[in-house]
Each structure stands twice: as C-alpha cells, then as structure tokens.
C-alpha cells in the first residue's frame, strides 16, 4: 500500500521553478485541466517531451493560462505553477480560422522554433539568434517571403522588425503556426514574446509573459525534447484536436 502511494504522490507532484502560486486551489485546478487537455489530445504528443499547455475558459478572452509540462517514461508531470499570459486582444481563434490582421491567437498544436535574443549571451539550451536591426518576420501576405525571417533587405511591404524600442522582443520565440507550409493570409509572426510591463498584455496574436516567467521557460526548454506548444479555448482543446 505505502509503494502506491509513492507512486501517485510521485506522478501528481508539481515542480515550481518559475513562480509561486498566488492561490493553491486555482492553481491546482488549472494544473487538473491541463492534464485532461493532454489526455484528449494524446496522439498529437507521441514524440514531444516538453510542452507548454495555453488555454482560456472563454474563445473571447484576450488571456490566458500556460502550464508548462515535461514528459517522462511516458508521464507527463507539471513543471511549473500556472503562469497567466496574454494572448491575441480577440483571443483565440476557432481551428484553422486564424487570419492575418485578426488579433486573434490561433488554436491548435505547434513546435516553437527560432529563438531571437537582444543579448549576446543568455541562460538557455537552445540555439538563438543575436538579433540585430536588419533582422525582420514578413507580414505581408503578398511577399514571397510571407511569415518567414529575413535578415537585411527586403521587397515586402510590411514587416516586423525584430529588435525594437522596447524589450517586447529581447527574447522572441517564434510558435511555427502556418510554416509547414505556409499558407499566404492565414496569419503570422506568431511569437512567444515579453509583455510591455510586470503584468502580461493583449497581442496581435502571440503569446505574452513578463520577463521573469521567460527566462524561466527558457532555462527549462531542451532542443532534443522538441519543445512545443497546444493551444486554444479550454472547450476547444478538451474534444481534442483533429
């Protein structure tokens, strides 16, 4: 009886590396919910060992949860207390109905990609760009070089410029939605970025979290475990994902 125990107590612990929970019995409801998001959508994450789980209670709302989890001998585990975020101002978008210029988040599963950094040296495993100013994300649906990155010049005539003003970009990572392949209009620059302030804002369409929660994930994610990213409304991602 004692080993069982040991098992659930083992397999139900929750690691906070990043953040402490402001409320115990919220949190462990959100940790529940992203435990069943996981169970529904389970053949999506066959080869994926770290995930980060996304999701609001309502498609309207413009934030969100993320729950960051890591698999093991086939068991998923939480490696954080839920973080809230900021997601697109009209949050989520239904499946495969994201637009450009929607400011909505799209839903559904996708690997995080490219990292951009301001700085040249930062406390991560994965591989990075230094950004400078003549790195540019495509936004304009009629480029060729629609929702991809280019470095120096350009025929587009819209872009996003990757080292700004402000610290919204120091680290930039992109969430590969439409890229393989790209669809041209379906939206893009989708990235995992820094919130303007202490507290995570509203986007375009990307995901939003204050700098310390950032540099957390980051010192957590591994390349080899093929950090990834579900998500969408809670409603959504419970039916799982087609």
């Not at 996708?110 to 230094?130: A, E, S």
């Not at 950004?131 to 350009?154: A, C, F, L, M």
């Not at 893009?188 to 957390?216: W, Y």
Request: proline share 5%.
């Amino acid at each position: 009886m004692k080993f069982i125990l040991y098992i659930l107590l083992f397999q139900g612990l929750i690691i906070c590396q990043f953040n402490e929970p402001a409320n115990g019995q919220v949190s462990g409801n959100q940790a529940k919910k992203a435990f069943r998001i996981i169970k529904k959508n389970a053949v999506l994450l066959d080869s994926i060992h770290q995930l980060l789980v996304v999701y609001n209670e309502t498609s309207e709302q413009n934030s969100a949860v993320l729950v960051a989890m890591e698999k093991k001998n086939k068991v998923w585990r939480i490696i954080s207390s839920p973080i809230p975020v900021g997601i697109g101002r009209k949050g989520f978008a239904a499946p495969r109905a994201k637009r450009e210029g929607d400011h909505q988040s799209p839903t559904g599963f996708f690997r995080l990609g490219q990292l951009f950094c301001y700085d040249k040296i930062v406390n991560t495993r994965m591989p990075f760009i230094q950004t400078s100013s003549e790195d540019k994300w495509i936004d304009d649906p009629n480029s060729d070089d629609y929702n991809q990155h280019v470095r120096g010049e350009t025929k587009a005539n819209s872009y996003e410029n990757l080292k700004i003003r402000t610290n919204e970009y120091k680290y930039c990572m992109v969430i590969e939605y439409n890229m393989h392949p790209v669809v041209k209009g379906f939206g893009s620059a989708i990235f995992l970025h820094l919130s303007e302030g202490e507290k995570p804002n509203p986007s375009a369409g990307c995901v939003v979290v204050t700098q310390r929660d950032m540099e957390g994930l980051l010192n957590w994610m591994k390349p080899e475990l093929k950090p990834s990213i579900l998500m969408g409304n809670e409603k959504i991602l419970m039916t799982g994902l087609k």
